[in-house]
């Protein structure tokens, strides 16, 4: 890609992050704003009709009772058969009747001068109830502010309650009332109304969701231009680079595995043996394996390398499954020579792998040539301690000697040898 054609791309990049950005914060703004103004509205409205219901519950029933010689109408009215609620008990029923505390809806009524039988349950409870108590007047008659109830936002309103001329004389002369002044229009308390700011709403959510969509739908018609402009120039840049990766990738793993066989190669075999010998707690006892098969040049000369490679591959999958899990490493590392590395294996273990490594080979078989029989020769080196100082060239010449002893002996056997820095030359 040229470097004009960088500038397009990065112009349009850094324009496209701005205005996601900026039309984030407009549709979370928005959002907050359509949450607040609903709540706003809604508890305008239960507030005005908590406070219809509680005067007209004190002009319409209370104050006719209250004409009547046998039925009392009180705070503590459950302690008697012939009573009821007053308007103020009336009222915080049914504020606690309405409230869903778990949703974070919440309605109170309190005033600074409960009677003495509610003081605790029905003076002002928090902070906000205590300002609202000192903002609120015939003046300014609604106080709200934004607050955390339970980890989520909430809309706190609290609204005057004046007193009424229907309910200044049991005020001003009931033994518990803590004051006897009160005058017709005086803030006698507040109704306290807590609505959670979540936009759950038929109409906050489409607004938003219209919002999100414009601003998805604008998005991608910016992007599709922006990218349909630089299509053609980057067609060959994008195909070049997927070469460049798949050549990468071929050449990363043709570093570390043989082509043939298809296990580790004598590259990976060094990395691994190093990292063994420089491992600072390694898991031994430790096993380190060379075999190669016998007299396989001459298969070679005799049957071609056509069979000679098809011999190597069939050979690596006998051993193979003649070895533990994966933990056990397989690698080939000249022609016909191949290592093995077993961690945490005991004596007898090893003797058992070593016998299934050799029945195995034996048990190969050529279908191009089926009368083809192989066998191996296979050298050890068992190393149950690190000394300082050694290095895996002395245990490779172990292992390396202990497979000529095989060779020497005549071939198709196994010979262990137990390493130690004494041992070696």
Same mark, same amino acid.
């Given at each position: 890609?040229?470097?004009?054609?960088?500038?397009?791309?990065?112009?349009?990049?850094?324009?496209?992050?701005?205005?996601?950005?900026?039309?984030?914060?407009?549709?979370?703004?928005?959002?907050?704003?359509?949450?607040? !103004?609903?709540?706003?509205?809604? !508890?305008?409205?239960?507030?005005?009709?908590?406070n219809?219901?509680?005067?007209?519950?004190?002009?319409?029933?209370?104050?006719?009772?209250?004409?009547?010689?046998?039925?009392?109408?009180?705070?503590?009215?459950?302690?008697?058969?012939?009573?009821?609620?007053?308007?103020?008990?009336?009222?915080i029923?049914?504020?606690?009747?309405?409230?869903?505390?778990?949703?974070?809806f919440?309605?109170?009524?309190?005033?600074?001068?409960?009677?003495?039988?509610?003081?605790?349950?029905?003076?002002?409870?928090? *902070?906000?109830?205590?300002?609202?108590?000192?903002?609120?007047?015939?003046?300014?008659?609604?106080?709200?502010?934004?607050?955390?109830?339970?980890?989520?936002?909430?809309?706190?309103?609290?609204?005057?309650?004046?007193?009424?001329?229907?309910?200044?004389?049991?005020?001003?002369?009931?033994?518990?009332?803590?004051?006897? *002044?009160?005058?017709?229009?005086?803030?006698?308390?507040?109704?306290?109304?807590t609505?959670?700011?979540?936009?759950?709403?038929?109409?906050?959510?489409?607004?938003?969701?219209?919002?999100?969509?414009?601003?998805?739908?604008?998005?991608?018609?910016?992007?599709?231009?922006?990218?349909?402009?630089?299509?053609?120039?980057?067609?060959?840049?994008?195909?070049?680079?997927?070469?460049?990766?798949?050549?990468?990738?071929?050449?990363?793993?043709?570093?570390?595995?043989?082509?043939?066989?298809?296990?580790?190669?004598?590259?990976?075999?060094?990395?691994?043996?190093?990292?063994?010998?420089?491992?600072?707690?390694?898991?031994?006892?430790?096993?380190?394996?060379?075999?190669?098969? *016998?007299?396989?040049?001459?298969?070679?000369?005799?049957?071609?390398?056509?069979?000679?490679?098809?011999?190597?591959?069939?050979?690596?999958?006998?051993?193979?499954?003649?070895?533990?899990?994966?933990?056990?490493?397989?690698?080939?590392?000249?022609?016909d020579?191949?290592?093995?590395?077993?961690?945490?294996?005991?004596?007898?273990?090893?003797?058992?792998?070593?016998?299934?490594?050799?029945?195995?080979?034996?048990?190969?078989?050529i279908?191009?040539?089926?009368?083809?029989?192989?066998?191996?020769?296979?050298?050890?080196s068992?190393?149950?301690?690190?000394?300082?100082?050694?290095?895996?060239?002395?245990?490779?010449?172990?292992?390396?000697q202990?497979?000529?002893?095989?060779?020497?002996?005549?071939?198709?056997?196994?010979?262990?040898?137990?390493?130690?820095?004494?041992?070696?030359?």
């Amino acid at each position: 890609m040229s470097s004009s054609q960088n500038k397009v791309l990065s112009f349009f990049a850094l324009f496209f992050i701005l205005m996601a950005i900026i039309s984030l914060i407009a549709i979370q703004k928005l959002e907050y704003s359509a949450s607040r !103004a609903l709540a706003s509205r809604t !508890a305008e409205v239960l507030a005005s009709a908590i406070n219809q219901a509680r005067v007209s519950y004190s002009v319409n029933a209370a104050a006719k009772i209250r004409l009547h010689p046998d039925i009392h109408v009180q705070a503590n009215y459950r302690d008697h058969n012939l009573a009821i609620p007053n308007p103020a008990t009336f009222a915080i029923e049914l504020g606690q009747s309405i409230s869903r505390p778990d949703e974070g809806f919440i309605l109170s009524t309190y005033s600074k001068y409960p009677f003495k039988g509610r003081k605790n349950s029905a003076g002002p409870q928090d *902070d906000f109830q205590q300002d609202a108590l000192e903002k609120l007047s015939t003046k300014n008659n609604v106080f709200e502010r934004v607050e955390t109830l339970n980890g989520l936002p909430v809309l706190r309103r609290a609204e005057a309650i004046f007193m009424k001329e229907s309910c200044i004389g049991c005020h001003n002369s009931h033994l518990s009332s803590p004051r006897k *002044d009160w005058k017709v229009g005086d803030v006698r308390g507040a109704l306290d109304i807590t609505i959670p700011l979540t936009a759950d709403t038929d109409d906050v959510a489409m607004t938003v969701g219209y919002a999100y969509v414009m601003f998805t739908s604008f998005s991608g018609i910016g992007l599709f231009c922006m990218f349909f402009t630089l299509k053609r120039s980057n067609n060959l840049t994008k195909e070049l680079e997927l070469k460049v990766e798949e050549r990468t990738l071929l050449l990363n793993e043709l570093a570390y595995k043989d082509a043939l066989t298809k296990i580790a190669n004598r590259r990976y075999f060094d990395e691994v043996s190093k990292a063994m010998i420089n491992d600072v707690d390694p898991i031994l006892p430790i096993a380190l394996i060379f075999y190669d098969l *016998d007299y396989f040049k001459a298969v070679n000369d005799c049957f071609g390398h056509d069979i000679g490679d098809e011999c190597l591959v069939a050979v690596v999958n006998a051993v193979s499954k003649a070895l533990r899990q994966k933990s056990d490493f397989h690698a080939r590392i000249g022609g016909d020579e191949f290592a093995i590395i077993l961690k945490n294996v005991s004596k007898d273990e090893l003797e058992k792998i070593i016998v299934r490594i050799l029945d195995n080979i034996r048990l190969v078989n050529i279908p191009n040539e089926p009368t083809l029989s192989l066998t191996c020769s296979i050298g050890s080196s068992f190393i149950t301690k690190f000394s300082e100082g050694t290095t895996i060239n002395q245990v490779l010449k172990v292992a390396d000697q202990a497979l000529y002893q095989a060779k020497s002996q005549g071939r198709n056997q196994w010979v262990n040898k137990e390493f130690s820095t004494i041992t070696v030359d």
